[in-house]
């Protein structure tokens, strides 16, 4: 069950307020590889090498280490290119920084293909998932199953879909499915481009939907990466989020110092970046459920 913001976890800040000291990152180490098959993924079905496994493993590893050694408020989306759950290091790195005092919130983007015992050694307080849901990779049945387990054991989490037409029906009967205080997200497909009669049918399932349907104009606009929220690559390497590639400083060198920067790009297309932007006014509809992707109760 989806629990409300505690005083260990994120507070519920309102656009405007300050977490003096807080800072978000996004975390996106070498690991690319997936044990699923998306059509619509370029990382499906992709095998790491046992040399990039070991590289991710210590890189991931070095950060867990940098963030464990803060003392500042710290906040942490894991966001790999391919499944993170599948590999121990990132369970462990999950369930260590999650008994951390000064982190707030330790999140991952997962397909949760992976058996859920060891979240019995993490602070769910803390801890939090943002599970998508892929059909044709697995079971529908399986995936219900997982996602009651989830709550049924406390854990903090939301769920998604890609909303492609194919999927529509199978969201539907989720939606129906899922417990009534569990948020069932939608991301517009990448490339496609809704009539108003889709997207109404996608809203009726997330009312969040509109702001997934079309890119944000987000050039010269005030955002909060790269100031409270940055992103950060397995070599410590600081960019304002995952779409501007421009480099900022090293996480490990002392070489960033955080500044706020209206946003460089034309578009913003993608929650965890238009979710930052100040004129979305996400901030106060995902109040103390920013990484994990959960709307506040109101």
């Given at each position: 069950m989806n629990k409300p913001a505690s005083g260990r976890d994120l507070p519920v800040l309102r656009a405007g307020e300050q977490d003096p000291g807080h800072l978000t990152i996004l975390y996106r180490g070498p690991l690319s590889s997936c044990d699923y098959d998306c059509p619509y993924c370029p990382f499906a079905k992709r095998r790491d090498g046992t040399e990039q496994l070991r590289r991710d493993r210590t890189a991931l590893e070095r950060f867990a280490g940098w963030a464990a050694g803060r003392d500042h408020p710290l906040s942490v989306l894991f966001t790999p290119w391919g499944e993170g759950l599948v590999r121990s290091w990132y369970?462990?790195?999950?369930?260590?920084?999650?008994?951390?005092?000064?982190?707030?919130?330790?999140?991952?983007?997962?397909?949760?293909?992976?058996?859920?015992?060891?979240?019995?050694?993490?602070?769910?307080?803390?801890?939090?998932?943002?599970?998508?849901?892929?059909?044709?990779?697995?079971?529908?049945?399986?995936?219900?199953?997982?996602?009651?387990?989830?709550?049924?054991?406390?854990?903090?989490?939301?769920?998604?879909?890609?909303?492609?037409?194919?999927?529509?029906?199978?969201?539907?009967?989720?939606?129906?499915?899922?417990?009534?205080?569990?948020?069932?997200?939608?991301?517009?497909?990448?490339?496609?481009?809704?009539?108003?009669?889709?997207?109404?049918?996608?809203?009726?399932?997330d009312r969040l939907f509109p702001y997934s349907r079309t890119p944000h104009r987000s050039a010269g606009r005030p955002c909060r990466t790269g100031d409270t929220v940055i992103s950060v690559d397995g070599e410590g390497t600081v960019r304002r989020c995952h779409f501007v590639p421009a480099v900022l400083g090293n996480l490990y060198d002392g070489t960033f110092r955080p500044e706020a920067r209206p946003c460089p790009a034309a578009l913003c297309d993608c929650h965890i970046g238009y979710v930052h932007l100040e004129q979305t006014g996400l901030y106060d509809v995902f109040a103390g459920g920013i990484l994990e992707r959960i709307p506040h109760l109101t």
């Amino acid at each position: 069950m989806n629990k409300p913001a505690s005083g260990r976890d994120l507070p519920v800040l309102r656009a405007g307020e300050q977490d003096p000291g807080h800072l978000t990152i996004l975390y996106r180490g070498p690991l690319s590889s997936c044990d699923y098959d998306c059509p619509y993924c370029p990382f499906a079905k992709r095998r790491d090498g046992t040399e990039q496994l070991r590289r991710d493993r210590t890189a991931l590893e070095r950060f867990a280490g940098w963030a464990a050694g803060r003392d500042h408020p710290l906040s942490v989306l894991f966001t790999p290119w391919g499944e993170g759950l599948v590999r121990s290091w990132y369970r462990r790195a999950m369930v260590e920084l999650s008994h951390l005092p000064h982190v707030r919130r330790v999140a991952i983007q997962t397909n949760f293909s992976c058996r859920p015992d060891w979240l019995a050694e993490a602070d769910l307080d803390t801890l939090a998932l943002w599970v998508t849901y892929h059909p044709g990779q697995v079971a529908y049945g399986r995936f219900l199953a997982r996602c009651r387990d989830l709550a049924g054991r406390g854990v903090r989490f939301s769920v998604g879909v890609v909303g492609l037409p194919e999927h529509l029906e199978q969201a539907r009967r989720l939606r129906d499915d899922l417990p009534a205080e569990v948020y069932l997200w939608v991301n517009a497909a990448e490339g496609h481009l809704y009539t108003d009669e889709e997207a109404a049918d996608w809203t009726r399932i997330d009312r969040l939907f509109p702001y997934s349907r079309t890119p944000h104009r987000s050039a010269g606009r005030p955002c909060r990466t790269g100031d409270t929220v940055i992103s950060v690559d397995g070599e410590g390497t600081v960019r304002r989020c995952h779409f501007v590639p421009a480099v900022l400083g090293n996480l490990y060198d002392g070489t960033f110092r955080p500044e706020a920067r209206p946003c460089p790009a034309a578009l913003c297309d993608c929650h965890i970046g238009y979710v930052h932007l100040e004129q979305t006014g996400l901030y106060d509809v995902f109040a103390g459920g920013i990484l994990e992707r959960i709307p506040h109760l109101t």
